[in-house]
């Protein structure tokens, strides 16, 4: 069984701020992890994702996310926030098996205060 | 850009009602999806197919059903609308790329049962 948990289902912070989500997740295999973007209106975007390399992945948008097992986490990071980065997103988990079902996380809502 | 689209984007329908959501995609995925998604709550997979004349149904149990004739097209149909099934539908397929399937998600149809 594999699952995610999202830390806050709201983030606020400043333009210009350091932006932090934080996601822990759990499985009996070696996980893949993935971050996802869903603006307004739109279906989900990938920003990154890890997949066993390397264990701090840069993504799109200026976004990365390090992948921590001792922590079992895998937080995603900005330095500099931006209006645009306002959206919502879903960290998720999936097996390292043939079929590599996922499982999303519930979401946290990014806003973003001028 | 991922390819997939959904219509209609948005939905309002009485009780009883037989509808069909569409979902194509141009990108000769063989492997489709169908999630439901709620506000605060994790995406859930209602349907998958992993090619043509291939359907499976998902985690959360659905009075749905789909079909998968031609690779591009993947819809889903309810036989008789109800209040419950109001939701908002992504449609996404995926491909693998390196040693993961990277999903592309449709814009979406939010649908509304009165």
């Known amino acids: 069984a594999q699952s995610v948990t999202q830390l806050g289902s709201h983030v606020s912070v400043s333009e210009g701020a350091l932006v932090l989500l934080r996601c822990n997740y759990s499985?009996?295999?070696?996980?893949?992890l993935f971050w996802y973007v869903q603006y307004p209106n739109q279906g989900l975007q990938l920003l990154l994702k890890?997949?066993?390399?390397?264990?701090l992945v840069k993504g799109i948008n200026g976004f990365e996310a390090e992948f921590k097992k001792s922590e079992t986490s895998f937080h995603l990071t900005k330095p500099s926030a931006h209006m645009s980065d306002a959206a919502e997103y879903f960290c998720?988990?999936?097996?390292?098996?043939?079929?590599?079902?996922?499982?999303f996380g519930t979401g946290t809502k990014l806003q973003v205060i001028p | 850009e991922a390819d997939i689209y959904q219509t209609p984007r948005y939905l309002v329908i009485g009780t009883g009602k037989k509808i069909t959501l569409e979902c194509s995609q141009t990108?000769?995925?063989?492997?489709m999806y169908w999630y439901q998604q709620d506000p605060g709550m994790e995406l859930h997979l209602i349907h998958y197919?992993?090619?043509?004349?291939?359907?499976e149904k998902g985690d959360l149990s659905s009075e749905s059903t789909v079909s998968r004739i031609r690779t591009e097209h993947f819809p889903l149909t309810l036989e008789s609308a109800r209040p419950s099934h109001t939701s908002q539908y992504l449609c996404?397929?995926?491909?693998?790329?390196?040693?993961?399937?990277?999903?592309?998600f449709g814009p979406g149809t939010r649908l509304t049962v009165l």
């Open positions: 996404a397929s995926s491909e693998r790329t390196g040693l993961t399937d990277t999903q592309y």
């Open positions: 499985s009996s295999v070696p996980p893949y």
């Open positions: 890890y997949t066993s390399a390397a264990t």
């Open positions: 998720a988990v999936s097996d390292s098996g043939g079929y590599q079902k996922v499982t």
């Open positions: 990108m000769g995925h063989d492997k």
């Open positions: 197919s992993y090619g043509v004349n291939s359907t």
